[in-house]
């Protein structure tokens, strides 16, 4: 259209200009530029940018949207994005001071618009892990070039990627999706991390921007509008001290070069830099993440002091900080955004505190403090003896005094050490090199630091009682659910005798353990009493959950209650067979395995290569994206419990390497060997085979038999049983106030078969013909069970917000009990 029109060179002039473009106020006579607009660009770079953009772009999108859905989707975003900006501007002209004033003469022209609509149209197609990610960093970058560069194009841009993403899943048949998106706690840290890392982006690639107008623009001045003064100008001006206000705004501009650029964008590099940290949900990357959000509203404060500083151009231009420009957004709406960026990410920061628990051996950061502390020293008497040898290339010529006084000034990002005038400037190539060298050093040599703790093993309050735990949990007798309480959030106790241990959690003053104590089983009665006392000396309330009968036998010589809470499903391998009718499900899926190409494959989850881990991620989160709550935890692993390497993964896998399905095993130990394994993380993809589970289950159990293994468990599932085992047991304690609990239960139960599908997890396991065994909660008292169903609730789904407690309540009150 730029070659049609003669106007490839310097875009469309005069009337045609008219006629093709769009602004925020001239949409009225010229409907027909909503769509001519995406045709013409404003010079020969727009036009070749933009054939590139749609030649890149657009095929592959026509490609897997095909050219229907591709042209809806382009249109509607076009047509949305423009009138949604436009009423952007007639809306809050007169609230944004000069920003919508600057944005009312700026002109839209240009393919980007459909290109990005199109494109947030296609990801609803996307499975859930990437889908989220690319729509976070999308709408964090066009957000973010929208606060600082505020042209009418950004706006643009945002307004057709929001109408591209609410039409993907119309297109797909479905409709939109609002609401808190439900994630895993190793998806939340990846999320998290982008939007850190958009954030520290953002600024720098906005202050790249010439002309650049948004609310935040003010702060771009703090990061990459480096411009260089002259020192002697700079001299005079801090010499007088009626100038104090010129010499500070200048010295924002002494440090010209890549030097004065690294220092400049020193807060995007370290926040880059814990970025890196909080995706693998470092408590320190967090704690340090949160710091640097509260530490750049220094800087803001300063810009905007200037801002209402610089009340006439005289003034502004004596600042040499672009002040002239910067006055132009002293609305006082506009003057508190810049402010509300860091506070908004630290509130992020803070509502997701909980997602990074991860902390590195103790020492870690004592000694990391000491090595930049002496890097920090060593490096300042470099930079003064250095400094010294080449002093006649400084003006003026510094003595050992101001080189001492200034080595702070080498290590702070720009802006905050603008109250103290500057001694002396460099001037010689040797000088310049050093004065600006030392702090890129410096934190180069620190980033390295900071991400070397990133990769050191995690470390608990409770590490050197879990290595004890693993020692007796290998050694001694332990149950199938066992190789749980190697599982982060739970505190060890351990027996006098020292061959027993417990692994439980307060909450709220119960002590809820995971499965039974883990030891000799002679030694079973006495230990349950020993812990007993102990919980009692410490004012809290014991209360044994998912444990084997012989625990509860146990606790009912003290009279104490209970209530089957699971039913653990075993297969024993010596007399496994897949023979016979009732196997016909197992046998035809393995079949069908075998002609479609599908194998299982063993791994270990931390040595497994990136793109299986990448996968098995994948659908995970696609499975979990599917709830309507949250993932749950405690007796049920997720991504982060694969990540042991005694935990193996076996997998469905195709010969073109794709993953159809996951399972992880957990080992079981008896006197320091496995005898069994139990299954517990299970996933299959929506759009793989069907049969996988299946197949995964029976290639375990086929596998793990010729190892010599004696059995397998499919685990518990909780809050079902099997048809026809809902007879009281004879150690029921109080049967009233246990046959109340059980009704509960199964209202409780029936309420999250929607959600979670644990009856029909059961059900589906009921396919390998198992031996089933009953896991029970135990519990001295009848009057605990309010705190103890709230100690459950938190231990299984410790990130339920408010409104989803309401959800979950009002299911459980509405749906009455299920009859058998």
């Not at 949207?65 to 952007?88: E, T």
């Not at 926040?271 to 509260?294: E, K, M, T």
């Not at 890097?375 to 470099?382: E, I, N, R, T």
Request: charged letters at 15%.
């Amino acid at each position: 259209m730029g070659i049609l029109s003669s106007s490839i060179v310097s875009g469309p002039a005069g009337p045609l200009r008219t006629e093709v473009s769009t602004t925020a106020h001239a949409l009225a006579g010229h409907w027909w530029a909503l769509l001519a607009s995406a045709f013409w660009a404003r010079d020969l770079a727009g036009y070749v940018l933009g054939t590139i953009l749609v030649l890149s772009a657009g095929i592959p999108l026509e490609r897997q949207m095909g050219s229907r859905k591709l042209a809806v989707s382009a249109l509607v975003a076009q047509i949305v994005g423009i009138v949604a900006a436009a009423g952007f501007w007639n809306t809050l002209q007169n609230l944004m001071g000069s920003w919508t004033q600057e944005m009312s003469g700026h002109v839209f022209l240009g393919p980007s618009a459909f290109i990005v609509g199109a494109a947030m149209a296609w990801t609803a197609g996307l499975a859930t892990l990437w889908r989220r990610r690319i729509r976070l960093v999308i709408f964090a970058l066009l957000i973010l070039l929208t606060l600082y560069s505020g042209g009418f194009a950004d706006l643009v841009r945002l307004g057709a990627a929001g109408a591209g993403a609410l039409l993907g899943p119309v297109l797909l048949g479905r409709r939109p999706r609002f609401g808190r998106p439900v994630s895993s706690r190793h998806e939340a840290r990846v999320l998290v991390a982008l939007l850190v890392a958009v954030s520290a982006v953002g600024p720098v690639v906005a202050g790249l921007i010439p002309h650049a107008a948004g609310p935040l623009s003010v702060l771009r001045f703090l990061f990459t509008n480096i411009q260089p003064v002259d020192p002697q100008t700079l001299q005079t001006l801090c010499a007088d001290p009626a100038q104090a206000k010129e010499c500070a705004g200048a010295q924002l501009q002494v440090r010209a070069g890549a030097g004065g650029v690294f220092m400049a964008i020193l807060p995007s590099f370290l926040l880059l830099l814990l970025a890196d940290g909080l995706r693998r949900g470092r408590r320190f990357a967090w704690a340090a993440a949160l710091l640097v959000q509260v530490g750049l509203s220094v800087p803001a404060v300063i810009a905007i002091t200037g801002v209402l500083q610089a009340t006439n151009p005289d003034t502004a231009a004596a600042e040499g900080i672009g002040a002239i420009e910067m006055t132009s957004h002293a609305h006082p709406l506009t003057l508190v955004l810049p402010l509300l960026l860091p506070v908004v990410l630290s509130g992020v920061l803070l509502a997701c505190r909980t997602f990074f628990p991860v902390a590195a051996p103790q020492g870690t950061y004592p000694r990391l403090a000491a090595r930049i502390l002496g890097l920090a020293g060593v490096l300042g008497l470099v930079y003064v003896g250095a400094a010294l040898a080449l002093a006649p290339g400084f003006a003026p010529v510094p003595g050992p005094a101001e080189l001492v006084a200034d080595v702070p000034d080498r290590f702070l990002p720009l802006g905050f050490m603008v109250d103290a005038p500057p001694a002396f400037f460099p001037q010689s190539p040797g000088a310049v090199l050093l004065y600006e060298g030392v702090g890129i050093l410096f934190w180069a040599v620190t980033g390295v630091l900071v991400l070397s703790t990133f990769l050191r093993p995690a470390y608990t309050a409770h590490f050197a009682d879990k290595v004890r735990a693993r020692v007796i949990l290998t050694t001694q007798e332990s149950s199938s659910i066992s190789w749980m309480t190697t599982w982060p959030g739970n505190t060890y106790w351990f027996s006098t005798t020292g061959d027993s241990f417990i692994a439980y959690r307060v909450v709220s003053g119960i002590a809820l353990t995971l499965g039974a104590p883990v030891g000799p089983k002679s030694r079973m009665p006495a230990v349950v009493e020993e812990f007993a006392r102990y919980c009692t000396s410490n004012g809290w309330t014991p209360c044994f959950y998912s444990v084997p009968a012989e625990v509860r036998a146990a606790a009912s010589d003290r009279g104490w209650g209970s209530v089957q809470v699971a039913q653990e499903t075993v297969l024993p391998l010596d007399s496994l067979s897949f023979k016979g009718k009732k196997f016909q499900d197992i046998r035809t899926a393995m079949n069908n395995a075998t002609k479609a190409g599908i194998h299982a494959e063993w791994i270990r989850y931390p040595t497994a290569h990136l793109s299986v881990q990448a996968q098995i991620q994948a659908i995970s989160e696609e499975w979990i994206a599917d709830k309507k709550m949250p993932e749950m935890g405690f007796t049920l692993g997720g991504l982060d419990e694969l990540n042991d390497p005694e935990v193996r993964c076996l997998l469905a896998i195709d010969t073109h390497h794709r993953v159809h399905a996951v399972t992880s095993w957990l080992p079981v130990y008896r006197k320091g060997h496995i005898v069994g394994w139990t299954l517990d993380f299970m996933r299959r993809r929506s759009t793989g085979f069907r049969a996988s589970i299946e197949f995964l289950i029976a290639s375990a159990a086929t596998s793990l038999r010729d190892e010599g293994c004696d059995f397998i468990s499919l685990s518990g599932a909780p809050l079902a049983r099997a048809a026809g085992d809902r007879q009281p047991g004879p150690f029921d304690f109080s049967p009233q106030a246990d046959g109340g609990l059980d009704r509960l239960l199964d209202r409780l139960g029936s309420a999250l078969e929607p959600v979670y599908g644990f009856r029909s997890l059961l059900a589906f396991k009921g396919k390998f013909r198992p031996r089933y065994a009953p896991l029970y909660m135990v519990y001295p008292d009848s009057a605990a069970l309010p705190g103890i169903g709230n100690a459950l609730t938190r231990a299984y789904l410790p990130d339920l917000s408010l409104g989803e407690g309401f959800q979950l309540l009002r299911r459980i009150l509405r749906r009455p009990p299920s009859r058998k």
